[in-house]
């Protein structure tokens, strides 16, 4: 791979999620969020990803004496944060995204005034950051909603939760002003997968599915509408901050060349694209609202809002990479699936696949990196997320060999080397994650992602000692071989 394929200032970044990795959930008065209610359960078929769908799941986790919550705990980034720094830095990254915990700022989420405590919290994190020459990209909304504002009001159907992220918002972009590039939700259109994690919405609490359908595109359009605002909060308050969402990118190909499965493959991409078109064009396209339409789901947003989405678009897409799926004539469309991506009817029998059913597929990186440069024409894109979860093993001395994870980064970055030299504008590359964490789709650790073992298992126990992996070192060299400065 030539060294000039990555441009100068190209971010070499790392991911994590706080609800994942920080722990401390009752620490420096912070609030319970939607996530510290997701249990782990030891899965037969860990290839299942577990969801709460019903308020009496919520109950049930709160009362439990029989659970486990591995969320509470994550890896204790909370108090070992300076040392995982220390150790990003030594890896060569430039970059590192991580979230703010809403509930860690406004413990309810409805609080009058926020919490100090939390926020002094971030100031030492970003200071520490900020030694190590490392720069912040920090997400807004990681699936970590206080869960008050679920169980409350609603989730993200409501319009108080609306304005209730936007004082979050303000109150953190005004504290950390130095802070470049925001993004306003982790994986927008995953609400199309999990209306929980990304909506607060609880599925099963409706007795008709009219009714859930509705508030989900209801509250797809506040969060579509407070991105916006975000954006525009930004430009007046903040100049020199870049405000960003990013989406789960849902790259799929048809099953055959029946042109009954090009055309539901073409109905798949646009849905899943739908809610970037929003952020990056400024106005719902025809397809969707004429789907909603058809469909008889009332949606009527106002003429002020719709001025707002079009007069503030996102200044960089982000998007997290991860498998690529087939779609058959009668797959389930994304809008109704309500489900995850991946599944038996949407496997292609032409890949690979992770010990978790992911199936791997570098080049389509490469051809959602086009895809969105030819949508979204000179649009920066960042690759926020991109990763491969293993069964690593600790050997008798000390070490994780972890050849698979080295060669699924190589393979991946020389596509995006590729799509760079196609003349797509990728300025960003986050490895999911440099540490091992608790996986989010799972609430288990032994699904582990990162280029840095963390001793700890799925119950919590071990020494949290922290060892370098072999694809530790790979991706230290290959930053070192390929890093430029920018040259005046």
Known sequence: MKTEKFPAD??????????????????????LSQ???????????????????????????????DKIFPRRWGIDFFNKYRQDLDLFAELGLTAFRTSIAWSRIFPNGDDAVANEAGLVYYDHLFAE?????????????????????VTEYGGWKNPRVFELYLKFCKVVMKRYPQIKYWVTFNQINSALNDAYSALGILKDDYSNTADFERDKFQA?????????????????????????????????????????????????LLQA??????????????????YLRRNKISFNPSAAELTTIKQNPIAFLGLSYYLTTVTHHDTVPLLTRNSWNMGADTYNPLLPSSDWGWQIDPVGLRIALRRYADKYP?????ILENGIGHLDQLTADGKIHDPYRSEYLAAHLQQVAAAIEDGVPVIGYFVWSPIDIISSSTCEMQKRYGLIYVDQDDYGQGSQQRIRKDSFIWYQQFISQHRREKTN
């Open 220 to 268: 797809l359009h506040y969060q579509l509408l407070a991105t916006a605002k975000v954006v525009e909060f930004a430009k007046s308050e903040l100049p020199s901050a870049k405000v960003g969402s990013m989406v789960y990118d849902m790259t799929s190909y048809a099953a055959t060349t029946d042109p009954k499965d090009v055309m539901a493959n073409q109905d798949n």
């Open 35 to 65: 996530t510290d209610v997701l249990p782990y359960v030891n899965q037969k078929d860990h290839k299942k990803i577990k969801k709460i769908t019903a308020r009496q799941e919520i109950v049930e986790n709160l009362q439990a004496k």
């Open 129 to 149: 950051m900020e030694k190590r020459q490392i720069t912040p990209v920090v997400t807004l909304s990681h699936y970590e909603m206080p869960l008050k504002l």
């Open 10 to 31: 190209f971010l070499w970044g790392g991911a994590v999620a706080a609800n994942q990795v920080e722990g401390g959930f009752a620490a420096e008065n912070k609030g």
């Open 378 to 382: 000179h649009l920066p894109l960042m």
């Open 273 to 290: 694209d739908f809610m970037s078109d929003v952020m990056v064009r400024g106005e719902y396209p025809a397809y969707i609202l004429n």
